[in-house]
């Protein structure tokens, strides 16, 4: 199955400038191996998204097809041919 990622201009850079990843996986693969392949291709955007761990950075949210997978099953959420999946960095500040 083929997912489409979406960078946010903070990010890009870290991904050879692209604003859209197109992502191979096997059917119903869970999030967390979008993230590592991703990381896998785009070492300085993995160190951004996760953890030493692994785990995804807390203040990194992942949305599929508009639903943040906090509200679904997390990392783990299974992901669908065609997802579109948007990394959207938490903002902070005052």
Known sequence: MRVVVLLPAVLR????GLDEVKVDLPD?????????????RWPALGRRL???TGALRRHVNLFVDGEDVRALDGVRTALTDGAVVHVLPSVAGG
């Open 13 to 16: 850079e870290h991904a050879d």
């Open 28 to 40: 119903g693969a869970p999030a967390q191996d979008l993230v590592d392949e991703v990381s896998r």
């Open 50 to 52: 996760r953890e030493d």
